[in-house]
């Protein structure tokens, strides 16, 4: 049974009594028994009048409560959303979509009606929907239409711990959203204590409720933030899960996961597996490889399903990941850490943990970005470990010494410590935070990183020279891209070729379009020159998609030319999206250059004209941005070419500084393209 702690005094849970119109006649009977059944049901009674009572709530329950999908139906069936939705944030879209799946079943009606999701380029939701699942970005989206956020009096902030950039910039503008509906609350009862006096009495408006939850919170510190809210302490169901190290470090952590993964699979017990993995290419690589093994297992073994789980996989292959396994086979799910938290996977009983997890960091000194492969924290550590005792006691293989664990950080450094802070700056800016200095900021990141956000804005024409939102920049924040490929998508008005500009925007989205099997990649080579373009990998991007086109995404046509077929089935899913929002936007999205495809490249530079490198002397790039020495990625159409200019799309560094979608330029664009931010920038350099 379930206990909550209120601060510092425990309080037992309330069992939980009906009233004579049956407030949860909405769920279907078949789920009642094993809702009734999770640990957090003895605490509703506790934890509904916790929140009826207190403006914002702390809710630290244990992993398997069933704190996610419990507490917004019983928020709903006790009357707390007096008829307007609850928003319920996640930090990833593959929860939110999952999460709103499972609660749909539960209560009962179809996706999109009462419950409903919005994630990007993907909306399952209606006016109907009053439990609404959706990514932190996409609820500061909604912010830029509705400012108070009227629809809402109630947002759950789930998973508040992963810390992500968005989240912490959702925790300061709630913040201030409460206390305006706060004050138009009081004015609403009482004119007098109207802030600034004025003939008419503002519409009623109820307070905004806010929840904070996660498994693993410094709740004090959350507390403190939000007004010394009140904290509750849930006590969930977890297995116990015997935990494993290895007892020397490992060299090659890929190689270890393989062996551990079949190591598995023919000496344990039945069982799914789940293999946390550091990004799409290393689930890609170990896909092929445990499904070249499936044909040595004996006669009598379980046959193994290999399933990815990653952001950018189609939802139909998420789904995979979800079901359960055939009959006569065992399941393994190669994962990056969007499955250490809000989603559950049935099934599992082993969890394989590498260690590790790509961090996206920023320099504001130098402005370059990375994308590094770093260990994970004891907090991330202990997520990945519980996922084998949700159901069943369950085994963590660690491939990674105990000392090792021992020597990680307690949690993550949060995102907004560490990035580029141009989108959310933007996105400040579009829902009326003109201070963004000043700004309510949980963790306050360094002061110059705001300033190169401001400036890069301003490089971008989305600023004018008092700092204030542009007409521009106001466009750039209707659409759900970095600022960058906002400012590319608006002037390909100009070059007259929008709709090449959207077919590369979306082929750039996904991390491998390319692959080389280790046994055939004379072959795969061979494949993939009849798309490569000599003017890099934008136009090589363009010519795959035509020729994907043309064969109406054939997956035989995929197979034979080594193209990642999951990736363009999402690359196709993300182009409708984009083409829809320039409609809505009154741009073209037909508008092609036709064989002038010089002007897509030129298009390019007006938004990542600080992702420019010269040729040097020695044959070398030089970045134009920080004078940094940069190497093409070995996977680039570029690698081993020399040109005049450069442009990238990412730096990814490892040992080295390599960049990656990189295409030829023409030198003199490049100062066209924001003289009077580069003049400056190469002054201070």
Known sequence: MATVTMGKAPLPGFPVTYSKKGRRDHAPKRHETSRR????????????????????????????????????????????????????????????????????????TPLGRKVGYTVRFDDK??????IKYLTDGMLIRELLSDKLLSRYNCVILDEAHERTLRTDILFGMLKDIQKQRQQMAAAAMDPSLLVEQSATTPPRVRELKIVVMSATLDAERFSAYFNHAQILYIAGRQYPVRIFNTLEPQSDYLDAAMITTLQIHTEEPPGDILLFLAGQEDIESLERLLNGSRDKFGPDALDLQVCPLYAALPPAQQAQAFAPAPSGSRKVILATNIAETSITLPGIRYVVDTGVHKVRGYNSKIGIESLLVSPVSKSSARQRTGRAGREAPGFCYRLYTEPSFDKLEEDSVPEILRCNLAAAVLQLKAAGVNDVLGFDYMDRPPKLALLRALEQLYALGALNDQGNLTDLGKWMAEFPLDPCYSKVLYQSQVFQCTSEVIDVIALLSVDTLFFSPMDKRDQAAEAHK???????????????????????????????NFINHRGMKYVQDVRKQLRRVCSRVKVDPNTSCGVDVDKVLQCFVTGFFHHTALLQPDGNYKSVIGSQIVYIHPSSSMFGKRHEAIIYNELVFTSRLFIRGVSAIQANWIPESAPGYLNRMVDRQ
């Open 125 to 130: 939701s209606s006016n109907a929907t009053r």
């Open 530 to 560: 009849k798309f490569v373009s000599t003017e890099g990998d934008h136009l090589t991007y363009l010519n795959l998609q035509k020729a994907y086109l043309e064969t109406q995404g054939s997956h035989v046509w995929c197979h034979e």
């Open 37 to 108: 059944q999770l640990p957090i049901y003895s605490a509703r009674s506790a934890i509904v009048d916790a929140i009826r009572c207190s403006p914002t709530v702390v809710i630290v329950g244990e992993t398997g409560s069933g704190k996610t999908t419990q507490i917004p139906q019983y928020l709903f069936e006790e009357g707390l959303a007096h008829q307007k939705a609850i928003a319920v944030t996640q930090p990833r879209r593959v929860a939110a979509v999952s999460l709103a799946r499972r609660v749909s079943e539960e209560v009962g």
